[in-house]
């Protein structure tokens, strides 16, 4: 495997099939360039190179090349509204890429390389690189859900995709997957609280990840939060959080507009190109019959054939960037929706056992359990975290959103360059025509 | 007039009843596939019908015959040549049988519009047109330039239609693809009312999109003019068709008139020598020579002298008329194209720099959208 962004899908068809070994054992998958391809095979599992040990003395090449990476995906301007946004104070870099098919007896699946990049005391070593699939950011997120419930955890793109609807081995669906992936990783490691979760210390360092055996170091909140009975019922929703809700109500709304007016647009941009490729088709066999006319006539039809070249471009993009990050958006707002619920319960169940707590004090006199100061805790922090992350989400929509509707910018500018530029030398052909046909002329 | 009109009629029935897919090969030697029309005259009494198979280009060029002989007359009209108006179909086809069967009727009509007129009804020509089996108008040396002038013409016809369809149906599509854009306008412009920093940048970019979606009317309304430069040749086809056409006619009438001087110089000498001959040639009633009196034989054979000098005379007029026209229609046909090459590669340019145009309008709109993005 070579350094460098490996943009294609590189499935088992690049290495015969017995020498592709489980990806989470001992794979070469070290950071040293090299020889492409061949993979150490047989049970180096103590010795060299094994997943989330990495290469004693990193090749400068790899490791700067490495960085640079991820440097170029945290390139964004610091801006002195965005509070967390200084590049500066970030010490934890992730990426998702190389994504690879893995063909084994059992089943057919994808994995993706995490790397790694920090320099907090947390880790034991400076770098990672360790392969995963779906299944584990999965895990991953569930444990973060289950251990920082008082956070807002970011979306992972959709499990579940139906078999015969979506080809899940296309270059196409792996990577917008592995785009919302990259992202997911990257708002996690952004999160000043979620970044310090054992659980992704784990899934970004841990050689195998073993699933089952949960990592016992929930806190105290965590546990707490999990045994919430359902049953209390919220009686008034503070306004900063009713204005949070409204918010996203409207939000969601908004996005699901947007979303629609795009689809709309792909869809007539794909109506035009059809049209287009016929036009371009009735110039060519207008060639057939003419003589003098033939070259205009031709250039026109190579002109208009390069715009549709430039407007497949255009579609494919808003299909593959465009929509799925939207897509994935009006999840992350169902997300934080949740998290708003999931405080309500927690204000709901302290009001319910206070107000009880209360009645008996009154009765006989009983000092204030202890279970109804942990709920107030509970509510408090919940409250503060909530606000934090909303902040932080805020910002960070802010800047996914200028991304995004930039991007989409960006493409129809390219779009139009590309076309501009065919019809432009179209004119400088047949213009050139016109001035020899002159100087022949007076010749 | 009117009776007479109608008594023609009255005696002469006329049908244009089937239509038949042929192929063959044309005058330069091409494969081609046409449609003919059997053409059912009846005569009452005798009960059965003369029939015949025309095709289209027989019907345009008795049509033309008629123009020419009959220029005070209002001559009936000819549907369609080719499919021009159908509204769901990319290219006009001749061979829809839908489209065939709709000429059938229109031919008929033009056939009993001809018949129920009290002038035309009594030509000649019309006459053999629905009687003579062969093509009236076949011509043994056709000029191949102009039958290779009528298949471009043709073929320009053709392509210039499918172009104008085309583009009609690129420009829907583009039309579409606009105005849905403007559709962000109003959404950024809800959106921004909940957003506290974001709301400006939205709120500009929006307007952005709603310029985008105005700007295409203006784009495509230009277009038209292309589009018309185009129409211009699509109806300049048809003159030179109209061009060809009298040139079939002239080539026709100078054959005919060779015939017919041909037949009178025979007649004279079977005259002249007492012999009998079997007649073949068409269009020729043929005479059977009875016992005759030298008298009668010799002022027989003056008038055939006469009428043979008379026949040189006029063949001799029908040939430099037929050269005449041909030296000047073809100096007309070279400067009809050069003028065409000219004409339609200036449209091709004028085409591109409209689009050059559109999309700096575009690159424009977007670059002061993603500005107002940035600033969001």
Known sequence: ????????????????????????????????????????????????????????????????????????????????????????????????????????????????????????????????????????????????????????????????????????FSEEFVGTRMKALDKFLKRVADHPVLSFNPHLNAFLSAKDLNKRQGLALLTKVGESVKHVTGGYKLRARPPEFCAMGEYLDTFSQKLGTIDRIAQRILKEQSEHLTELRDYGAVYSNWTGSEGELQRPLEGVASSVSTCCGAMDELCENMGQDFLPVLREYMLYIESMKNVLKKRDQSQAEYEGRLEAALLRKQEDRTPMPPEVERCQDKVECFNADLKADWERWQSNKRQDFKQLLGGMADKNINYYEKCQAAWESLINVLQDKQTEDQTSETD | MVEKGTSVLKKLEINVAEAEKRTGKNTVNMQETYTVYLVETRVSPPPTPDTLWRRYSEFELLRTYLLVTYPYIIIPPLPEKRAEFVWHKLSADNLDPDFVERRRVGLENFLLRVMSHPVLCKDKIVFLFL????????????????????????????????????????????????????????????????????????????????????????????????????????????????????????????????????????????????????????????????????????????????????????????????????????????????????????????????????????????????????KM
């Open chain 1, 1 to 168: 495997m070579s350094v460098g962004a490996q943009r294609g899908l590189a499935s088992s068809g690049q290495k015969h099939i017995a020498e592709i070994l489980h990806p989470l054992s001992a794979a070469d998958e070290s950071l040293s360039p090299g020889p492409d391809v061949t993979v150490t095979a047989g049970g180096d599992k103590e010795a060299g190179l094994s997943n989330g040990t990495p290469v004693d003395t990193p090749s400068p090449a790899s490791a700067s090349s490495l960085f640079n990476r991820l440097q170029l995906d945290d390139d964004i301007e610091s801006d002195p509204r965005d509070y967390y946004d200084s590049t500066e104070t970030r010490d934890l870099f992730v990426t998702v890429d190389d994504p690879k098919k893995h063909v084994s007896t059992m089943e057919t699946y994808i994995t993706y390389r995490v790397s790694t990049k920090t320099t907090r005391i947390e880790f034991d070593l400076p770098e990672y690189c360790v392969r995963r699939r779906y299944q584990d950011f999965d895990w991953l997120r569930i444990k973060l859900e289950d251990s920082q419930p008082t956070h807002l955890i970011p979306p992972l793109p959709e499990k579940f995709v139906m078999k015969g609807v979506v080809d899940r």
């Open chain 2, 131 to 374: 009687t003579e089996i062969e093509n009236i108008f076949s011509f043994k040396s056709p000029d191949k330039r102009f039958t290779a002038l009528k298949q471009y013409s043709d073929e320009l016809n053709t392509a210039i239609s499918q172009l104008l369809r085309v583009r009609a149906r690129v420009a829907d599509r583009l039309y579409g693809v606009y105005k849905v854009h403007g559709n962000y306008g109003r959404v950024f412009s809800e959106w921004s009312a909940i957003e506290k920093e974001m709301g400006d940048g939205l709120q500009s970019a929006g307007h952005h999109m709603d310029t985008y979606a105005a700007s295409i009317d203006d784009i495509l309304e230009e277009e038209e003019h292309y589009a018309d430069q185009l129409k211009e040749y699509l109806f300049y086809t048809e003159a030179v068709r109209s061009v060809c056409r009298k040139h079939e006619l002239i080539q026709y009438e100078l054959e005919v008139a060779a015939q017919d001087l041909a037949s009178k110089k025979q007649q004279r000498e079977e005259l002249a020598t007492g012999m009998v001959r079997v007649f073949s040639l068409k269009g020729m009633t043929s005479k059977l020579f009875g016992q005759e009196s030298q008298e009668q034989r010799e002022s027989r054979l003056a008038a055939l002298e006469q009428s043979i000098q008379e026949g040189e005379q006029a063949l001799k007029e029908k040939n430099a008329e037929c050269q005449e026209f041909v030296q000047t229609a073809w100096e007309d046909i070279e400067r009809f194209k050069e003028q065409k090459d000219r004409d339609l590669r200036e449209a091709l340019i004028s085409y591109a720099i409209m689009q050059i145009s559109m999309c700096k309008k575009g690159i424009q709109v977007w670059s002061n959208a993603k500005e107002c993005f940035n």
